[in-house]
Every structure is written in C-alpha cells, then in structure tokens.
C-alpha cells in the first residue's frame, strides 16, 4: 500500500531556514508526480508546487515561485519542501500528496499525514 | 487562475439526509473537477475523480455530477462520519481547491 510520511511539526523565527520532508513507500517513486499543499490555519487547501521524481521536473504556483524549493532524493524515496527565510505568514499545516495519473495536473489519490509549521518571533 | 467556488458555505443536515454540494469554476474545466473530505486533524480524502468516478474504497452513498462549469456532489444519505468539510478541486489551469463546505450536524 502507498504511503506517504512526512517529518515532525517544526516551531522556528522569522528568518530561518526550513527544510521539511515526505517519505513515499509502497510503489515506485519515480512515476507520479509529487505535490505540496498548504493550508492556513482554519483556511483551504492551496496548491504550492508539483515535482516529478524521475526528472525533477518542477512546477510552481505563481503565488509560492521564489518563496520555496521544491526537491527530491530518489535513493530515498523522500520528497523535501524548503524555505530559505520563513515569515510568520508561512505559519501552516503542509501536506504532501501524490497524483492520481501520470499527468502532472492531476488529482491526489494519496495524502501524507501533514507538518504543521509555526513561525514565531 | 480558474476560481471555484463552493456552495454553500455550511450545510445544517441531519443523519439520513440528502446532502448536495455545489462547485462552479470561473471558466469550463470540462470533466477535470475532483471532490475530497476532510475531517478535522486529517489529510484531505479524495473522493470523486474525473467529475463522477469515485476513487477506490469510497462508498456508493457518494456521488458526482456535472461538467463545463457547475458540478455537484450528492450525498445520498448522511451517516455520522460523513459530517466533515468538502472541497473540490480543477487540474486545468494549474491546480486550485474551492474555499470548501462544511457540512454539520443539524
């Protein structure tokens, strides 16, 4: 069965650096897209970007382009979402998921468990 | 950016109704609209696929409907753990989520 894990909820200050992660299991990694979703708190889902495990291929929501950095590590199986300066609106739970088809622009069949990132001074 | 928006905001039913949820995109998405389910401190569940194709291990109670621009997803007959938030979600331009229904107990 398909698992996605992702790491544990991170309490971090303005201006730090984020890295946080999402573990695939239970298929081949390489042949669906990734995607990263955010929700605020007590807000809707929003999609951040998308990453193609088997080329890296990347796209990203023009609302999230130069904010994060999206990457893989296929020896891993592992999907990591990365911030190089938080702000305290980057305060949220994060979801990884994985695409339904092959097709980058697709629906999420599977869901990580989310990370809950608080950004605090 | 292709807009969804969800209606209504909060659905007030009881156990054993109908509930039917609707979503509009700002422009046509033909069948490219997808339904998830949400309950507090979970991932989102996908739910309907492709408009009207429920993904595996959903229970017939669910069903969607629609395509262009005005979609809907009926619940045929609530039981208790199907009282949870509903968000669709279009995979033409990029990829956005409707701002969700919540559907309460009555």
């Known amino acids: 069965e398909v698992q996605l894990v992702q790491s544990g909820a991170e309490v971090k200050k303005p201006g730090e650096s984020l890295r946080i992660s999402c573990k695939y299991s239970?298929?081949?990694?390489?042949?669906?897209?990734i995607v990263w979703v955010r929700q605020s708190p007590g807000k809707g889902l929003e999609c951040m970007g998308i990453?193609?495990?088997?080329?890296?291929?990347?796209r990203y929501s023009p609302s999230f382009l130069g904010q994060v950095t999206l990457s893989v590590d296929k020896s891993m199986s592992t999907a990591y979402l990365e911030w190089s300066s938080l702000k305290a609106s980057d305060t949220a739970m994060y979801y990884c998921?994985?695409?339904?088809?092959?097709?980058?622009?697709?629906?999420?069949?599977?869901w990580g468990q989310g990370t809950l990132v608080t950004v605090s001074s | 950016e292709i807009v969804l928006t969800q209606s209504p905001a909060t659905l007030s039913l009881s156990p054993g109704e109908r509930a039917t949820l609707s979503c509009r995109a700002s422009?046509?998405?033909?069948?490219?609209l997808a339904w998830y389910q949400q309950k507090p401190g979970q991932a989102p569940r996908l739910l309907i696929y492709?408009?009207?194709n429920r993904a595996t291990g959903i229970p017939a109670r669910f069903s969607g409907s629609g395509s262009g621009t005005d979609f809907t997803l009926t619940i045929s007959s609530l039981e208790p753990e199907d009282f949870a938030v509903y968000y669709c979600?279009?995979?033409?331009?990029?990829?956005?989520f409707g701002g969700g229904t919540k559907v309460e107990i009555k």
């Open positions: 492709d408009a009207s």
């Open positions: 422009q046509g998405i033909s069948n490219y």
């Open positions: 979600q279009q995979r033409t331009v990029w990829l956005t």
């Open positions: 239970g298929d081949s990694f390489s042949n669906r897209w």
């Open positions: 990453i193609y495990p088997s080329d890296s291929d990347t």
């Open positions: 998921a994985k695409t339904r088809s092959a097709n980058g622009y697709s629906d999420f069949d599977y």
